[in-house]
């Protein structure tokens, strides 16, 4: 069971980025999905989750309106697109699956499995 984070990487203030998150020996359909993100001295912060066996999304305060999480199935991977983005973005972003208990929540003790993360930096 594995799921390997990509797409990260240095973008000025109000640039946009797409990650990617490809599941292997599991698939993505029988799981909740989310996007968390760490940063520096910071605890584990839940960014956006979605289900696919009723097609709900959640997402943080903060990035409403900005970032947008969809799976593709035929992929196996989920995606977070993130635009207009802020210095305060700036975080490893970690993908993530669980079980039909996560659904809805953005809590880090729903998920079962977690890629490695991806570095996200926004600066000028």
């Known amino acids: 069971v594995q799921l390997v984070e990509s797409g990260g990487g240095l973008v000025q203030p109000g640039g946009s980025l797409r990650l990617s998150c490809a599941a292997s020996?599991?698939?993505?359909?029988?799981?909740?999905v989310a996007w968390f993100r760490q940063a520096p001295g910071k605890e584990r912060e839940g960014v956006a989750t979605?289900?696919?066996?009723?097609?709900?999304?959640r997402y943080t305060d903060s990035v409403k309106g900005r970032f947008t999480i969809h799976t593709d199935n035929a992929q196996n991977a989920v995606y977070l697109q993130m635009n207009n983005l802020r210095p305060e973005d700036t975080a490893v972003y970690y993908c993530t699956a669980g079980n039909s208990l996560a659904m809805g929540e953005l809590a880090p003790d729903h998920y079962r499995y977690w890629g490695q993360g991806t570095q996200v930096t926004v600066s000028s």
């Open positions: 979605t289900s696919n066996s009723d097609g709900s999304t």
């Open positions: 020996g599991f698939t993505l359909d029988d799981y909740v």
